[in-house]
């Protein structure tokens, strides 16, 4: 096989191989990693809101107002 005119042999096709299934794995533990992170901000982003509730509703108050702007 011929690659940008070189010769390729059979050690090299075979590194190119696992060179990429690395990378494919990588990529893949990448995303679940970065699911995971998504998945866990928005859980604690919902429990606090959950205790924040819970808390105003013991002390008798309003419910906090909710966010307003880019900031919260």
């Known amino acids: 096989m ?39 901000r928005g859980w604690e982003a919902a429990r606090k809101a959950r205790r924040e509730a819970e808390l105003a509703g013991e002390q008798g108050g309003d419910p906090p107002a909710a966010p307003r702007g880019p900031w919260g």
């Open 2 to 40: 011929t690659l940008f005119g070189r010769t390729l042999g059979a050690e090299e096709i075979a590194s190119l191989a696992f060179l990429l299934m690395a990378l494919a794995i990588w990529v893949a533990a990448w995303r679940g990693e970065r699911n995971w992170s998504r998945w866990f």
